[in-house]
């Protein structure tokens, strides 16, 4: 092998100064640098010299053994398709019930629920704070009722449900939970996720309510209580996706969403719950942006990343807690409102990179939201475009079609490395939560967007449509508009259930939740309580303020 | 020497999309104006009441969460009520073409959607502090 690396090297140098040199003397390339979307320098070609020796049995392996790089599963989709997954949520309950229906109609296997602003940080529909939010980026659920309402008719037991809730997430889940209770469907059966990732709220999608401890608290009291009695569920997606479109790198997105992942273990274990029991249960949540390349590197180290640390750091012993699932959304941020259409192409190669990447379920944005929350047309096309992808591209027929290649395991390799030293950047903090405290994560994504932005400016960085390729044709699509009728309808339900429900009981569960909060047990189980004596969400969400009060972020830009 | 264009970036209402608000702040920055930046969940009297105290020239409001239509004009009618009647105020985020004429009606100077050059927000604000 030595000998073969040094007569490669002596075949590349001499390459260079007669075959290359002599095509770039009559054709020099267009760019002196070529960049990926994170801006990171690829160079012009790679060879077998850039895989250090070993690299196979120590690196990439097999599918479905350590170090999983190259996909969890030994079959990957040859076993079984990824779960196409379509984020919905907009309006009352009834009117995303419906989308609901229309999306496992043409096809979806698996729910996605967008809240609405107000549920996401806590507040009910006829709050003051909710003025103008109702149901314009997602569904609005305050009570058991609205919660009711959404899955009516949808069987809960089989389908898989997601949702994207964070700050109050054991609410919504106790909802969730108290809602399967009264159709007589056992928790052992539920399968589904909270997003519950309140660390990637601090450092960029900013739906907090509570100061950083006791929203750490909040999450590892549910997987305390998943581990124990909803065992199919995920307690957590850690998420890199909005880090990502808040501005982050792709490197910057693996090293946050990995080194929040090994926070949550480490608060858990000193909670004195055993990996082995929750950390199966872990889940993650990427984006994939334009770069195809960068993007499949980043979810082959993430996957190896935390394969590594599980078992090496945190000793774990089951496979399943190395193992490094997760969900996939193409880049929101990547679309453009000049030439929508042309988002389509955009969302079918970066649902390919996620596809090409190993991902276990999938969302594709449609194309129409620079503009809204998509209309039907929209969604049904980006439902169809991973259908295309799962039917027609032949993609599926072998696992991890890119092992192997020079620049892909290069890539992921540089991706792993760097990764690391954030690792260390943040570990010099005193971990994630000091980190958020002196702004840290929040300031090197505000710089990666700007850098990213400006680069958009001066035309280093081509955006077909925007800054080049631009025409004067306005093509706007077909709006979509939520209905008074659902606001008022949302009110009514609210208010009766505020009539009739038990007074004594109602008041009984929220201050024993107050109690709970105040002491140091689990809140999960008097949430649930709160839940079934009809509470909402904005009373529980306000006892829970009153004991560990709010956040206000450092600012900065 | 001239007196620096001083420019309010707000975010009202609940929406955490601050991605654009950061980029927008610092971009009037580079180009030598003083900005102040709210951060998140402010409603429009934290807003107006901030814009009146830092003696800004004009304010740029950022929603991404299609709470617009309720929140921009809200900020320009307690502007009003409160007398001043000389802040320039503009607005962006994902908001629907239908909407623009009516915020404009409303008192929005300028709506900028998703795909807006740095130069042209940066133009609009030197433009409105000159008027």
């Given at each position: 092998m030595g000998e073969n690396r040094e007569e490669l090297q002596r075949r590349l140098k001499r390459w260079e100064e007669t075959v290359l040199a002599e095509y770039m003397k009559e054709r020099p390339e267009s760019r002196k640098e070529f960049i990926t979307t994170s801006s990171v320098p690829i160079r012009r070609l790679y060879t077998p010299l850039d895989i250090p020796p070993g690299h196979f049995d120590q690196k990439v392996g097999l599918p479905g053994e350590y170090p999983y790089t190259r996909g969890v599963h030994p079959t990957m989709y040859r076993g079984r398709l990824?779960?196409?997954?379509?984020?919905?949520?907009?309006?009352?309950?009834?009117?995303?019930?419906?989308?609901?229906?229309?999306?496992?109609?043409?096809?979806?296997?698996?729910?996605?629920?967008?809240?609405?602003?107000?549920?996401?940080?806590?507040?009910?529909?006829?709050?003051?704070?909710?003025?103008?939010?109702?149901?314009?980026?997602?569904?609005?659920?305050?009570?058991?009722?609205?919660?009711?309402?959404?899955?009516?008719?949808?069987?809960?037991?089989?389908i898989s449900t997601s949702?994207?809730?964070?700050?109050?997430?054991?609410?919504?889940?106790?909802?969730?939970?108290?809602?399967?209770?009264?159709?007589?469907?056992?928790?052992?059966r539920l399968r589904g996720t909270i997003q519950n990732d309140i660390l990637k709220e601090y450092q960029a999608q900013k739906e907090w309510i509570y100061p950083p401890e006791p929203s750490m608290r909040l999450v590892i009291d549910t997987f305390e209580y998943g581990s124990k009695l909803v065992p199919q569920w995920n307690t957590i997606s850690i998420s890199g996706y909005h880090i990502r479109e808040a501005g982050a790198t792709a490197v910057q997105e693996l090293a946050f969403t990995l080194r929040n992942g090994i926070e949550y273990v480490e608060w858990a274990v000193d909670r004195g719950l055993k990996v082995d029991e929750f950390a199966p249960r872990l889940s993650f949540f990427f984006n994939s942006h334009n770069d195809l390349f960068e993007e499949i590197a980043k979810f082959r180290a993430a996957r190896r990343i935390w394969a590594r640390e599980m078992r090496e750091t945190f000793k774990a012993k089951s496979p399943r807690s190395w193992w490094l699932r997760f969900h996939t959304q193409t880049a929101g941020v990547s679309l453009?409102?000049?030439?929508?259409?042309?988002?389509?192409?955009?969302?079918?190669?970066?649902?390919?990179?996620?596809?090409?990447?190993?991902?276990?379920?999938?969302?594709?944005?449609?194309?129409?939201?620079?503009?809204?929350?998509?209309?039907?047309?929209?969604?049904?096309?980006?439902?169809?475009?991973?259908?295309?992808?799962?039917?027609?591209?032949?993609?599926?027929?072998?696992?991890?079609?890119?092992?192997?290649?020079?620049?892909?395991?290069?890539?992921?390799?540089?991706?792993e490395e760097e990764a690391y030293k954030y690792f260390e950047r943040i570990d010099k903090f005193g971990g994630c939560l000091p980190a958020i405290k002196k702004g840290f994560f929040q300031q090197e994504i505000a710089n990666s967007a700007y850098r990213y932005q400006t680069e958009i400016e001066n035309k280093e960085r081509t955006i077909v449509g925007v800054n080049d390729y631009v025409t004067d044709e306005v093509s706007v699509p077909e709006p979509l508009k939520i209905s008074k009728a659902s606001f008022e309808n949302q009110l009514k339900r609210l208010q009766s259930l505020r009539r009739s429900r038990d007074r004594q009981k109602h008041k009984k569960s929220l201050e024993k939740l107050h109690d709970v909060a105040a002491g140091k047990g689990n809140t999960m189980p008097a949430i649930l309580d709160a839940v079934r004596a009809h509470a909402t969400l904005g009373e529980i969400c306000s006892v829970l303020r009153e004991v560990f009060g709010t956040w206000k972020e450092p600012l900065l830009y | 020497m001239a007196k620096k264009i001083r420019v309010l970036i707000a975010k009202p209402g609940l929406d955490g999309h601050d991605r654009g608000a950061k980029v927008i702040a610092r971009a009037l920055r580079d180009a030598g104006m003083e900005v102040i930046y709210t951060g998140l969940r402010q409603t429009p009297m934290d807003i107006v009441e901030a814009a009146i105290q830092e003696d800004v020239d004009a304010i740029g409001l950022s929603c991404l969460s299609g709470a617009h239509m309720t929140l921009f004009p809200e900020v320009v009618k307690l502007l009003r009520q409160k007398g001043v009647d000389d802040i320039v105020v503009a607005g962006g985020g994902i908001i629907p073409e239908d909407d623009i004429p009516k915020l404009k009606k409303a008192g929005i100077k300028a709506v900028f959607g998703p795909g807006t050059s740095l130069e042209e927000v940066v133009k609009f604000f030197e433009h409105a502090a000159g008027k």
């Open positions: 990824w779960t196409m997954r379509m984020f919905s949520g907009l309006g009352s309950a009834e009117d995303t019930n419906r989308r609901f229906k229309y999306l496992i109609k043409h096809g979806e296997t698996g729910l996605s629920v967008a809240f609405d602003m107000p549920t996401l940080y806590g507040y009910d529909t006829d709050d003051d704070e909710a003025k103008g939010e109702f149901g314009t980026c997602g569904v609005a659920v305050s009570s058991l009722a609205d919660m009711g309402v959404l899955f009516d008719g949808i069987d809960i037991g089989e949702m994207t809730i964070n700050a109050p997430a054991s609410v919504i889940w106790a909802m969730y939970l108290g809602n399967a209770e009264r159709r007589g469907i056992p928790f052992s453009t409102a000049q030439q929508p259409e042309t988002n389509i192409v955009r969302v079918a190669l970066q649902g390919l990179a996620a596809v090409l990447g190993g991902t276990q379920s999938l969302h594709t944005n449609s194309y129409d939201e620079a503009y809204q929350v998509p209309n039907e047309k929209a969604v049904r096309i980006a439902l169809r475009t991973q259908q295309i992808l799962a039917h027609e591209t032949g993609v599926v027929n072998t696992v991890d079609p890119l092992g192997g290649s020079y620049f892909i395991e290069s890539l992921t390799d540089f991706m | -």
